[in-house]
């Protein structure tokens, strides 16, 4: 297990290159179960949770070899229909396996899944869903048990939009008999990027970003070469990173398209944002203005951006309003930023952030992905050394993030905890 050692109050420059999404290339690596010959995945990011999701597909037959963020599978000879618990149990977006192994094998068992701690997840959509196209599911010792000698299309109302829900649902849809309409679909990216790569596979989707997904069943699905869209989530959090150390930075390959609701709450904040040959991004500190947010989902601003707002926010002029309306428990680093000088309260669903002059460097501990980004904002900004443990969180969700930082002129150093 490693920590960071990190030496703040450094200004930042240079240029940084954003990886492929995490939160699309998994469910694409999971899409390829359905596809009768080898894909090609470019962009693949390299972190431990992609690893994850290729040792489970490996563990059911599938090979593959993966280097240089080129990922080459082929899932078309499956041995296996089992999701084992010791690999699920790691990751949410492991439950991506159940839609199309029911739809192509007729059967599935899949463990539960684990992953952030940051608030009850059920999956009770995606089964619900997979029932109205005719699957019959038992949850047996922690598994769920699902078999379907042919799924057939169906309306699908979720009560709430659920992005792994949704991907589920469209995988399952694309081999079952006749037409499958999702209403109240997840409007993602991500989403629109799964059914973009299903779509080269020979699927028949359309209205993917929109609240209504209609796919139409098709016998098989092929091969192909598909790159993943860039990390909206990782632009993010490089803007965060350049305003709280008053810095100027360019960001490489940001996905602009798809952060309006990021980009206006830093400009919001104060930042200067300059928009170069339409996919570079220049942030540089001048003002440090205090920001209400609220999260919602796409297109509304992202709970995966709310902890690194909130670290960044502790040092406005001034006092933000915080509101998370999608997890009930994802205000773990607050506890840990106060350590560091920052002056939050947390009222319900709401942390009320008070700007201070400066924070300073302490130990810290990560709970989960991206309070692990908000802890290394802080210290980046932070007077003094800070040390933040527990960086395994970190390594699921940020490609080399350490590395990146230095070539920026970070003081960040990867040590044995």
Request: hydrophobic letters at 40%; proline letters at 4%.
């Amino acid at each position: 297990m490693d920590k960071f050692s990190i030496e703040g109050s450094k200004t930042l420059h240079g240029s940084v290159d954003i990886s492929g999404s995490k939160n699309a290339a998994l469910p694409i690596i999971a899409a390829t179960i359905l596809c009768n010959k080898p894909c090609t995945i470019n962009n693949v990011p390299d972190l431990a949770d992609i690893v994850t999701m290729l040792k489970l597909l490996e563990n059911m037959g599938c090979q593959y070899s993966f280097s240089n963020n080129s990922l080459k599978i082929d899932c078309s000879k499956l041995q296996s229909t089992k999701a084992e618990y010791d690999l699920v149990r790691k990751m949410r977006a492991s439950i991506l396996v159940l839609g199309p192994l029911v739809t192509k094998y007729s059967q599935a068992i899949v463990s539960l899944p684990g992953g952030c701690a940051i608030g009850v997840r059920p999956v009770n959509l995606h089964i619900d869903a997979l029932k109205a196209m005719g699957a019959k599911i038992n949850i047996e010792q922690g598994y769920v048990h699902a078999n379907a000698k042919k799924l057939k299309g169906a309306e699908i109302y979720f009560d709430t939009p659920t992005v792994t829900g949704t991907e589920n649902i469209i995988m399952a849809a694309t081999l079952a008999d006749g037409k499958t309409t999702i209403y109240n679909a997840a409007k993602e990216p991500e989403v629109v990027d799964l059914a973009n790569f299903l779509n080269k596979c020979g699927a028949k989707i359309s209205g993917a970003g929109s609240s209504t997904i209609e796919i139409i069943g098709v016998d098989t699905l092929k091969g192909s070469e598909y790159e993943v869209m860039p990390d909206r989530i990782e632009a993010g959090t490089f803007m965060c990173i350049a305003h709280a150390t008053r810095s100027s930075i360019t960001i490489n390959n940001a996905p602009l398209y798809c952060m309006h609701s990021i980009i206006d709450k830093i400009q919001e904040a104060g930042a200067d944002i300059h928009i170069k040959n339409d996919n570079t991004v220049v942030v540089s500190h001048s003002k440090f203005l205090p920001v209400d947010i609220k999260t919602f989902v796409y297109p509304g601003f992202p709970t995966d951006m709310q902890a690194q707002f909130t670290a960044m926010l502790t040092l406005a002029q001034g006092t933000s309003i915080i509101e998370e309306t999608i997890f009930e428990n994802r205000f773990q680093h607050v506890a840990e930023l106060n350590r560091m000088g920052a002056n939050i309260t947390i009222s319900g669903n709401k942390a009320i952030v008070n700007g201070v002059k400066v924070l300073y460097g302490a130990p810290v501990m990560a709970t989960d992905l991206r309070a692990s980004a908000s802890l290394v904002i802080a210290a980046l900004a932070a007077e003094n050394t800070t040390e933040v443990l527990r960086i395994y969180h970190l390594d699921r969700g940020y490609e080399f993030l350490d590395k990146k930082l230095q070539k920026l002129g970070a003081k960040i150093k990867r040590l044995p905890q």
